[in-house]
């Protein structure tokens, strides 16, 4: 008989993990045949340490969301506090607790003018699920009943719900559920890389914006409910709009009333050296989806911005809103996320993410637009991309549309980096407390990963 290894070592964790984990976005077979995950034990700053001690550079703050960075004891105390005093209430039946309410009345002074309602889940996809809950209820309360579809984008992500996957743009999710469900369209993302042709950028923003448009004729405006999207597509590989598109999609949601949703998810809370990146692109949504650095991740809470419009037709039109959540509003959560946005502000996070490492940032990476498979480097703040392409005279991409980013990936972590690959490109989004220091070896080591990548590809 063959005796199980020591228990809490690398190799049982690895052969338990195999035996009844089952892991997010993961091909299973692919994980055994590697040999198990990788555990990660401990971390501090922007630096994660596996059981077999090996320190990696996490330039993905986890999953977008690390902003703060790990290791905050201000965090573990605010949550242990919380904890001793009230680990857990309800929001239901007409109760709240303080966090929850001192949350609720923060988010609605940070966040853009007019939107001064909360409503709590615990995660993007539970809080994009209620937008869409939320609007279609709206539009019944209005007498507006035909509202009911909602337009996004292709490589849109806004979770992974029935509903929230239906909102995404993500074709491989769809077509493992038979999504997306009724009432939900696509529209080309502005991705001027990509699908810009011989426009400039300005030209191509303002086309991308009119296939929003476009499309709301198509439907019927007496059919549209809203338009969602994220400021900069994170997961559809760092897709940062021209200037000119945002400005055009708000006039013309206006000018068709219909709703506009911001999923601010990944850009909010500094990442883009904006507290949200609805400032930095002068947008005055209806809804905004709030997650991932509201607590830094250290917990988990999601947060739906409601503004006026919207709040005051169902609070005096709507009754009972048949809609929650088991831990909306969570005590210990809101007192996490309280203490994470302290941090932001007195540490001067945003500033500094303007100021100092999203400029740096900005100047390494482009560094690398000489590259041999380097078509395009883009950045806004901290959160970057490394476009790579077969041809880069013509942005043409390689055959196998995927694979280089494996490779690319592979050699990422080989060397001691976290790195995301998405298709073909390489993004990123380190915690906003990261040094100058350590995005310079970030991109030592991403550099030596294109490098050995074009080797592999034929190129180097």
């Not at 550079?57 to 690390?66: F, N, P």
Request: hydrophobic residues 40%; contains cysteine.
């Amino acid at each position: 008989m063959t005796s199980r290894p020591a228990r809490n070592s690398t190799t049982w964790w690895r052969e338990s993990d195999l035996r009844h984990h089952m892991h997010p976005f993961t091909d299973y077979q692919g994980l055994a045949e590697d040999g198990g995950a990788r555990i990660i034990t401990a971390a501090e700053g922007a630096t994660l340490t596996d059981s077999e001690g090996a320190k990696v550079l996490d330039g993905m703050a986890g999953l977008w969301c690390v902003n703060v960075g790990y290791g905050r004891q201000e965090l573990a105390e605010a949550a242990y506090a919380q904890m001793m005093e009230l680990p857990y209430y309800n929001t239901f039946f007409k109760t709240a607790t303080p966090s929850s309410v001192e949350l609720a009345e923060k988010l609605a002074e940070i966040t853009p003018q007019g939107l001064d309602h909360v409503f709590f889940g615990s995660s993007g996809s539970e809080a994009n699920d209620t937008i869409v809950r939320a609007v279609r209820h709206f539009w019944n309360l209005e007498g507006k009943p035909g509202k009911k579809t909602f337009i996004s984008r292709t490589y849109a992500y806004h979770g992974s719900t029935m509903a929230s996957v239906s909102l995404g743009g993500m074709a491989a999710m769809h077509g493992q559920a038979d999504l997306p469900l009724p009432g939900f369209v696509h529209v080309m993302p502005p991705y001027w890389y990509d699908f810009g042709g011989d426009l400039t950028p300005e030209e191509f923003g303002l086309q991308a914006a009119r296939a929003v448009e476009d499309k709301i004729l198509e439907l019927g405006a007496d059919t549209v409910a809203a338009f969602i999207g994220e400021p900069i597509q994170g997961a559809g590989a760092v897709i940062i709009p021209p200037e000119s598109y945002w400005p055009e999609v708000q006039r013309i949601c206006a000018k068709h009333d219909v709703l506009l949703i911001v999923d601010e998810v990944i850009c909010g809370f500094g990442r883009t050296g904006h507290m949200f990146a609805s400032e930095y692109y002068g947008l005055k949504p209806d809804l905004m989806t709030l997650a991932k650095g509201l607590t830094s991740g250290y917990l988990p809470l999601s947060a739906v911005m409601v503004g006026d419009r919207v709040a005051d037709t169902l609070i005096s039109k709507g009754g009972e809103f048949y809609h929650g959540f088991t831990y909306s509003g969570h005590p210990v959560a809101c007192a996490v996320a309280l203490a994470n946005i302290k941090i932001i502000e007195d540490e001067k996070l945003v500033q500094r993410t303007h100021d100092q490492t999203g400029p740096h940032l900005a100047e390494r990476l482009a560094e690398l637009a000489g590259h041999p498979i380097v078509g395009e480097v883009r950045s806004l703040g901290l959160i970057g991309a490394v476009e790579m392409v077969k041809d880069k005279a013509g942005r043409g991409h390689f055959d196998d549309l995927g694979a280089t980013g494996t490779i690319c990936r592979d050699h990422c972590i080989e060397g001691g980096l976290i790195l995301r690959a998405v298709r073909d490109v390489m993004v990123m989004s380190p915690p906003l407390s990261i040094t100058t220091a350590e995005i310079d070896e970030l991109m030592r080591i991403l550099r030596q990963a294109l490098d050995r990548t074009a080797k592999d590809v034929g190129m180097g």
